[in-house]
């Protein structure tokens, strides 16, 4: 039975147990009140002919395993046995398990089968029928040097066709004009690939172009790349990448014949810093010479097993390398290292296998009120303003009222989800988890910014200025103090913060300290436990946040209009809002410059009988 199925079904309801030699039922002594106890269903041979009772138990296990879409079986293992089955045990396994995927309508896909002490063992990949409205989704984060080809693997990967070698791929992704002309990725670009539910690929390029809806409709799990900046210029749309978009895996991309230089180990170290898996992929193979890869190669491990990543790098040449290493990802000490080439299509189609078996990494619940993170916002002709970005937690469905916010002084504003696209495609909910775009009601774009949240009114969201976070700082050319000022990435938040009050009075390159910070411009709404990136120029740390401080202005409390609440309120006296200062008119200001206006007859004579007054006009 399968490895992964490790739950101890032997409940405590009976205390006697029976040896494999033993009938299937076996009679009980008047300890177990009349219940059957059955073989242990852990056991290698469970799938082999199970009676009724224990094809239940095995099927609700198996509903629970899918309860994400899909999952990794192993078919001739089990606890305490050596592994292996016969050839004839093994097909009668294979059988009641798709017997079992059939029943829960899913499908069942041979991986690998390979031979141990006992006899053969299969995997299996397991997956369920998606609904056409509904697709699960991974999200992967492209990273890497400028130059690296990540647009161009890109481009190959979505549109099938063979890159010329002259950046003919590339081209079918680039958002910008001075991006084609440069052939630089410069902005944060959504690109997806679409697997059915045995595992093919769905996307066929009509006249060049993609049609979203469609694979979105064919496909049982669809992966979003996300194609960020690999020039040092655009590092902070990078960062926003990383963070804003919540990727389950990171795919680091290095030219083998330029190897490990410019922002390569700047990428990795986020990734790393951020805690999101990575896999490797070394690109133009059949233009580098063999010494040149090798030493690339030998590099690449070096620095992965380094203390710092403290990685164990595999290099994958097989399908059986393609499976260990997705089984195994999740773990984050395994990064798997592709070769590939844009140009021949080498070792393409084991990139395609391991994404095929990536599962998402981040479990939300759904359970929970809505939040929503928005990322980037829009102004579409005839539907108004919408905004895109991730769920985190709960389900959204269409009409529901959101709570949107925080604005500039910290509040939220009740709005109405007109309309809901994943991909393109219309749906009527979007869940934990996954992308999608909004189209709100009587709200300008204006009003909207990216880092905004869009919550359930249940949950009572209010804004912070200030926040704390225990922080490590990777790297900083001097000292870091109070009322240093740099830029936060927290989630989909990005502004500038002054640091208020440290655990230390001094921070150096390795330092860990709890830190306060205080937003410049805008209150924010944040969570504890999130991962916060704090970045200007060459400096870097990350942490985590730890408190968040209600929402108090930090920037507007000192105001001329509060100033004068306050002495009223210190002489018990009430201030209406006609008698509160106001700012000086500009043709006072000017006068106060000395400006050339004209006094009133009332003043010039007042400057007549004062010379002093005069003088100074």
Not at 157 to 166: E, F, K, M, W, Y
Not at 191 to 204: E, M, Q, T
């Amino acid at each position: 039975m399968a490895a992964a199925l490790n739950y101890d079904l032997t409940e405590p309801h009976c205390s006697s147990s029976i040896q494999p030699e033993s009938n299937l039922f076996a009679e009980d002594d008047g300890e177990c009140n009349g219940d059957v106890e059955m073989l242990n269903i852990n056991g290698k041979n469970a799938l082999i002919s199970p009676s009724h009772e224990e094809y239940d138990i095995l099927l609700d296990r198996l509903k629970e395993r899918l309860y994400a879409g899909e999952a990794i079986y192993e078919v001739g293992t089990g606890e305490g046995d050596v592994p292996g089955l016969s050839e004839e045990d093994l097909a009668a396994a294979v059988a009641t398990l798709k017997s079992m995927t059939d029943t829960i309508e899913a499908e069942c896909v041979e991986l690998r089968r390979r031979t141990e002490k006992g006899g053969s063992v299969s995997e299996f990949l397991l997956r369920k029928r998606a609904d056409e409205k509904d697709f699960m989704e991974v999200r992967v984060a492209v990273v890497g040097n400028v130059d690296a080809g990540k647009s161009t693997l890109l481009g190959v990967l979505t549109h099938g066709g063979l890159d010329n070698g002259r950046g003919f791929a590339r081209q079918k992704l680039f958002r910008h004009k001075h991006e084609m002309e440069s052939g630089r990725t410069s902005s944060v670009g959504n690109d997806i690939l679409g697997f059915d539910s045995v595992g093919k690929v769905v996307n066929k390029p009509d006249h060049g172009n993609l049609d979203w809806t469609r694979i979105c409709e064919e496909s049982s799990k669809v992966i979003t790349f996300i194609d960020l900046a690999g020039h040092e210029r655009y590092l902070k749309t990078t960062v926003f990448g990383m963070t804003g978009h919540s990727p389950d895996f990171s795919m680091l991309m290095v030219g083998a014949n330029a190897g490990i230089v410019g922002m390569t180990k700047e990428h990795l170290g986020l990734a790393l810093a951020l805690n999101v898996p990575v896999f490797v992929v070394v690109t133009k193979i059949d233009m580098c010479p063999p010494n040149v890869l090798q030493d690339t190669l030998k590099l690449l491990q070096r620095i992965l097993k380094s203390p710092g990543c403290r990685k164990i790098p595999v290099l994958v040449q097989d399908q059986d390398d393609v499976v260990t290493s997705a089984t195994n990802f999740s773990s984050e000490r395994i990064c798997p290292i592709f070769q590939v080439s844009n140009v021949t299509g080498q070792n393409l189609d084991l990139l395609k296998v391991f994404l095929n078996l990536l599962m998402p990494r981040i479990l939300f619940n759904e359970a929970e009120p809505a939040e929503f993170q928005i990322d980037d916002t829009f102004s579409v002709p005839g539907v108004g303003t919408v905004v895109s970005g991730t769920t985190l937690k709960g389900i959204i469905h269409l009409n529901d009222t959101m709570l949107l916010g925080p604005d500039s002084l910290g509040h939220f504003q009740a709005i109405t989800v007109k309309s809901i696209h994943r991909k393109r495609m219309p749906v009527k909910q979007v869940r934990a988890g996954q992308t999608a775009s909004f189209s709100l009601k009587k709200v300008k774009r204006s009003f909207i910014r990216k880092g905004m949240v869009m919550i359930s009114p249940r949950l009572e969201p209010s804004a912070c200025w200030e926040f704390e976070g225990e922080i490590l700082v990777l790297h900083h050319p001097t000292t870091i103090s109070c009322r240093y000022q740099a830029m936060v990435h927290v989630g989909s938040v990005r502004q500038t913060a002054t640091i208020v009050t440290m655990s230390q009075e001094h921070l150096r390159t390795g330092d860990k300290a709890q830190v306060r910070f205080r937003f410049i411009k805008n209150p924010e709404y944040l969570r504890t436990n999130m991962r916060m990136v704090f970045r200007e120029g060459r400096t870097k740390a990350v942490g985590n946040v730890t408190k968040l401080f209600p929402h108090i202005s930090a920037t507007a409390q000192n105001t001329r209009a509060q100033r004068a609440q306050k002495k009223a309120a210190d002489n018990h006296h009430f201030l209406k809002p006609q008698n509160e200062p106001q700012k000086p008119s500009k043709k006072n200001r000017r006068r106060g410059r000395g400006g050339n206006c004209t006094p009133s007859p009332s003043e010039s004579k007042e400057n007549q009988a004062s010379p002093i007054v005069a003088a100074a006009n």
